[in-house]
C-alpha cells in the first residue's frame, strides 16, 4: 500500500512514516498542504492521512480541493480536534475515517486498510480468485491451504492486482505501488517481478495461470481457466498471451 502523509508537525510525521514503513506500506511524507498537493498530482495513492491544522491550508479545504477535483483516494482525518462537529465536517466533506490524537498505531493501521480495501469494492479483508487466497490484513497468500512464500515486492505486486482483478494495470501503476518518489527504478523491473511471481504461482497451483500479459497495456489477475478456455482464447486472439 503506498500512502501519502501531510502532517505539519516533523516528529509526528517522520514517526509516523517510520512506523507504517516498518508496516509494509510505502510513505510519502508532507509538511505542507502544498506539498501534499504536489505528490498527488504526480502520484497514485491507496490512502492519504491528513492533519486538520496546517500551516498554509486547513484539512477541510484539502479535502474539498482533491473531491473538487474528482480525486477520489481515501482520507483519514489524524487529528487533535475531538468536537463531534470536527469529525461530522469532516466526514460530510468527503474524508473517509476519523481518528483523534493521541492514536493507538495498530488501530491506524486496520483503519488504513479498511478504507483502502472499501475503496477497491472489497468490504472484507481476504480475497480468494481460484485456488489463491489474500488476507490483505495479514499480508498473506496461500495457494490453497499452503502459504505462498513471496518476498516483498512481489507479495506488493499481487497484491495489486488482486485488489485490482480483471483490470489491466500498467507497469506505471506498479511502479507508483512500490517506490517513492527519490527511486527510479526501470520500467523492466516489473517484468522481472511478474516473471517470478508467476512462476511460483504456477508452481503453487500446478500449473494455473493467474497472471495474463496484456501486450502494450500491462498486466492482468483473471480467474485461471481451465486448460480448454485457454486453448480456445489462444486460437480467438493469440496476441493477447505472448509472455514475457
Known amino acids: 500500500m503506498r500512502v501519502l502523509l501531510v502532517e505539519d508537525d516533523l516528529s509526528t510525521l517522520k514517526v509516523l512514516g517510520h512506523f507504517l514503513e516498518k508496516e509494509d506500506m510505502r510513505c510519502d511524507l508532507a509538511s505542507t498542504a502544498e506539498e501534499g498537493l504536489s505528490f498527488i498530482s504526480s502520484n497514485k495513492y491507496d490512502a492519504i492521512v491528513l492533519d486538520l491544522v496546517l500551516p498554509d491550508m486547513d484539512g477541510y479545504a484539502f479535502v474539498e480541493k482533491l473531491r473538487d477535483a474528482s480525486i477520489t483516494t481515501p482520507v483519514l482525518i489524524l487529528?487533535?480536534?475531538?468536537?463531534?462537529?470536527?469529525?461530522?465536517?469532516?466526514?460530510?466533506?468527503?474524508?473517509?475515517?476519523?481518528l483523534t490524537k493521541p492514536f493507538d498505531k495498530s488501530e491506524l493501521v486496520a483503519r488504513l486498510n479498511a478504507?483502502?480495501?472499501?475503496?477497491?469494492?472489497?468490504?472484507?479483508?481476504?480475497?480468494?480468485?481460484?485456488?489463491?487466497?489474500?488476507?490483505?490484513?495479514?499480508?498473506?497468500?496461500?495457494?490453497?491451504?499452503k502459504p505462498l512464500h513471496l518476498t516483498f515486492k512481489e507479495y506488493a505486486i499481487l497484491e495489486l492486482l488482486a485488489i485490482n482483478k480483471g483490470s489491466v494495470l500498467a507497469k506505471d501503476d506498479f511502479l507508483s505501488h512500490l517506490y517513492s518518489n527519490d527511486e527510479e527504478p526501470d520500467l523492466k523491473i516489473v517484468d522481472v517481478f511478474v516473471c517470478k511471481l508467476r512462476k511460483k504461482l504456477a508452481t503453487a497451483s500446478k500449473g494455473d495461470n493467474y497472471i495474463d500479459t496484456i501486450w502494450g497495456r500491462g498486466y492482468v489477475l483473471r480467474e485461471p481457466e481451465s486448460n480448454v478456455q485457454k486453448i480456445d482464447a489462444f486460437r480467438q486472439e493469440p496476441q493477447k498471451f505472448k509472455v514475457l
Do not use: F, P, W
Open 79 to 98: 487529528s487533535g480536534l475531538t468536537d463531534s462537529e470536527d469529525k461530522v465536517k469532516a466526514l460530510c466533506i468527503g474524508a473517509d475515517d476519523y
Open 115 to 145: 478504507i483502502a480495501r472499501r475503496a477497491k469494492g472489497h468490504a472484507q479483508s481476504k480475497i480468494n480468485i481460484g485456488k489463491l487466497s489474500l488476507d490483505l490484513d495479514e499480508k498473506m497468500a496461500c495457494v490453497g491451504t
